[in-house]
């Protein structure tokens, strides 16, 4: 009987430790060197992705940040749009913010979140490139995967000009072994894969979230700060990162 009441103790205690890493707040900051053949100025970028159904707090961080990018699946179906744009308004009050569409994104009426975007003036990257911070040769590339328009690539990087410094954004990290060539990127951040989201061990549906410098790029898979169907985590814990980007000349 022991034995039984121990067991069922254990299995509680874990169930409860799931529940708090898939509520989690979890604040990664890395500093990182971009090439650059025209120097930029050094700034924090933002990034979060798989929001889902939380809540993001207006104090979910208390110190500056220059931008903010979503990484799609800012919500799924279900979630009141008055969740989503309390979401926003936190979000925006802190600095400006560009969005990706997630394969969940579109449960909801695109029209009303379309609304809510432009009401606190995000930035919707719809296949499409911008300039950061009135740097013509700093470009932020966003692509919207699951739209699965064959040409979505080509519109994405149509204004991105060889020697340009690139980050680009999609939903999914599986786009990243396309960018090559003339889709050439120099930090690729994505979420989707919730790091597996309950892994035993080095085990997990996919891998867990992490932040790789290679030769040529920097590659960032987050976590994901919500889940979906299952709100447990074990061993990929909610995150979100703050990155300081600063320029390495080619």
């Not at 800012?74 to 569409?101: D, Q, S």
């Not at 700093?138 to 149509?158: R, W």
């Not at 080095?202 to 987050?222: A, C, H, M, T």
């Amino acid at each position: 009987m022991k034995y039984f009441i121990r067991l069922a103790l254990a299995a509680f205690a874990l169930l409860l430790f799931m529940v708090r890493s898939a509520f989690a707040e979890k604040l990664n900051k890395q500093t990182i060197h971009l090439a650059s053949e025209k120097p930029f100025d050094p700034f924090q970028l933002f990034f979060i992705a798989d929001i889902h159904r939380r809540t993001i707090k207006a104090d979910l961080i208390d110190f500056p940040v220059d931008l903010i990018v979503i990484g799609g699946d800012l919500v799924e179906k279900g979630v009141p749009l008055k969740r989503v744009a309390e979401n926003i308004k936190n979000l925006t009050a802190i600095a400006p913010v560009y969005f990706v569409w997630g394969n969940n994104d579109r449960e909801v009426d695109e029209t009303s979140l379309r609304k809510i975007f432009a009401h606190y003036g995000v930035t919707v990257l719809d296949d499409e490139s911008v300039s950061l911070f009135g740097n013509s040769r700093l470009k932020l590339v966003g692509l919207d995967h699951f739209a699965y328009k064959p040409d979505g690539f080509d519109n994405a990087f149509k204004a991105v000009e060889v020697g340009d410094t690139v980050l680009f954004i999609s939903h999914t990290p599986f786009d990243f072994w396309k960018i090559k060539g003339p889709y050439s990127a120099d930090l690729l951040l994505a979420g989707h894969t919730h790091g597996g989201q309950i892994r035993i061990g080095p085990f997990g549906l996919f891998k867990k979230g992490s932040l790789k410098v290679k030769e040529d790029r920097v590659e960032l898979i987050s976590n994901g700060f919500g889940t979906t169907t299952l709100h447990l985590r074990l061993g990929a814990p909610a995150e979100f990162h703050v990155l300081t980007i600063k320029p390495k000349l080619k």
